[in-house]
């Protein structure tokens, strides 16, 4: 047995105070720059979470879940975290592409149940990956809280859902793509997506969340404020939450799957994001168990357009951070916007989540958002 000297005891002790000392003081710098951050955007409330060496390092909640209330956002509220929503999708279609239930080169005509075929290049497949990526050349201009606005058997200005350039030839951003993806899962699993998702994603994760709101304890769920600049004044959108009950009753599976909001309706807290941001971080691994394979996670993160450096729901980019390659997504809904990034190679991570601020973009991002992302980067990653 090694025995260690008073005097290695000491230098040890030491080491670990200033140690822990350094890090708090870190964590103090940070978070007051995070309330001048606030201050500059307006932002009503803010929660953070950052991994570091893979693991979880960091939590914190800032300002009001509730203006009215006065109530404080803690580590343990709910948000509506948007278009982050989107990759909860593509990892459920990428554990049944393992699970041999269909590929991603597909006729999405087949798996969806009609025809969805750009009427200006009708020859040309569009594909289940190109649904994913984007780059289906479908738009959102007939809306995308229905099916039936893309379905010809019932909407007769179904062609304009299709933009004027071939399928796969293009990107353009649709959330009718993820909403239709929902119905897909639906028809493949036999199961409701709500439960699909948890069944499969959450549950295996332990994460609390998910996309049906009379599932949740709606006590936690953040208001959601949408700022207008001319009046500098927040106004509540108590629709991000709203339940759909009836529709959930009379739901048509694989059809009426958009009352879930496959492309943006979960509903869950920075801490957990972050665990799920972990596991892709991981190539689909988290704490001993996989989700996806390591060969799906890759592929989720590769890009498929260019331009965009968009892969399937988790895109690239050397924005946020200047000269720091990071993957992941963001979101923007009801006044909410949501940043999920990571460092895949240097295994270093952040979640930020605001219910409302002044909205100033930069470089495609919520400054608020990525000005907090480069002061947590700074504080608490970069200093050792």
């Not at 201009?141 to 859902?161: E, M, R, V």
């Not at 006590?219 to 709203?242: C, D, G, V």
């Not at 390591?294 to 951070?321: F, R, W």
Request: glycine letters at 8%; hydrophobic letters at 35%.
């Amino acid at each position: 047995m090694i025995k260690f000297s008073s005097t290695l005891k000491y230098v040890c002790f030491l080491f670990i105070l200033l140690s822990s000392l350094s890090n708090y003081a870190q964590v103090e710098q940070a978070e007051a720059e995070i309330q001048n951050i606030m201050k500059k955007y307006e932002v009503v409330g803010l929660s953070v979470a950052v991994v570091k060496d893979g693991q979880p390092f960091y939590q914190h909640a800032f300002g009001l879940k509730d203006i009215e209330s006065k109530t404080p956002v803690t580590d343990q509220t709910l948000f509506r975290i948007a278009s982050i929503s989107k990759s909860f999708s593509a990892t459920s279609i990428m554990q049944m592409v393992e699970a041999g239930k269909f590929s991603l080169k597909d006729d999405f005509s087949k798996l969806v149940g009609f025809k969805v075929r750009n009427p200006k290049f009708p020859e040309t497949i569009i594909t289940l990956k190109m649904v994913l990526s984007h780059t289906s050349s479908i738009n959102d201009s007939q809306g995308y809280f229905t099916l039936d606005a893309i379905n010809p058997a019932k909407n007769p200005d179904w062609a304009k859902c299709y933009n004027n350039y071939a399928p796969g030839a293009g990107y353009e951003y649709c959330n009718l793509n993820y909403n239709m993806v929902g119905a897909v899962i639906e028809k493949f699993s036999g199961e409701r997506f709500d439960n699909y998702v948890k069944k499969h994603i959450l549950n295996p994760l332990g994460l609390y969340g998910g996309y049906c709101v009379d599932s949740l304890d709606a006590s936690r769920f953040a208001t959601l404020y949408e700022y207008n600049a001319q009046s500098k004044t927040f106004t509540a959108e108590p629709a991000a939450y709203n339940p759909r009950s009836l529709e959930i009753q009379n739901h048509v599976l694989g059809y009426t799957t958009p009352i879930f909001s496959p492309t943006g309706g979960m509903k869950i807290s920075a801490a957990d994001l972050a665990k799920y941001m972990t596991m892709h971080m991981n190539k689909g691994k988290y704490k001993g168990g996989r989700i996806i394979s390591k060969k799906s996670a890759k592929l989720m993160q590769t890009k498929v357009s260019d331009e965009e450096n968009y892969g399937l729901a988790i895109l690239s980019t050397d924005k946020v951070i200047p000269g720091k390659w990071l993957t992941g997504h963001t979101g923007s809904a009801y006044g909410l916007y949501s940043m999920m990034f990571f460092q895949p190679k240097e295994k270093f991570g952040f979640v930020v989540i605001t219910n409302g601020c002044n909205p100033v973009y930069a470089n495609g991002f919520n400054q608020a958002l990525a000005a907090t992302v480069n002061t947590l980067y700074k504080s608490l990653i970069q200093q050792k």
